[in-house]
């Protein structure tokens, strides 16, 4: 009987553990998931940056723009 309840013990022990594991395999989930998203949103915002970087460049040496008058005109 005594090897029964043995088994029994670690049977639970064992199903106590896996559940522990899988919560945290969801939460480790749901982690990644939101740090994917944040990479994502950062990965946008940069190529926005960059293309607005490239613009000011461009229209910075842009030679058709006229100069304007010096200040004691």
């Given at each position: 009987?005594?090897?029964?309840?043995?088994?029994?013990?670690?049977?639970?022990?064992?199903?106590?553990?896996?559940?522990?594991?899988d919560?945290?395999?969801?939460?480790?989930?749901?982690t990644?998931?939101?740090?994917w998203?944040?990479?994502?949103?950062?990965?946008?915002?940069?190529?926005?940056?960059?293309?607005?970087?490239?613009?000011?460049?461009a229209?910075?040496?842009?030679?058709?723009?006229?100069?304007?008058?010096?200040?004691?005109?």
């Open positions: 009987m005594s090897d029964v309840n043995d088994l029994t013990g670690r049977l639970e022990a064992l199903e106590i553990r896996v559940a522990y594991q919560q945290t395999i969801e939460d480790l989930n749901a990644i998931t939101a740090q998203q944040e990479i994502e949103r950062l990965q946008r915002l940069l190529k926005r940056l960059e293309e607005q970087v490239n613009e000011s460049l229209s910075a040496g842009a030679p058709n723009l006229p100069e304007p008058p010096p200040p004691h005109y």
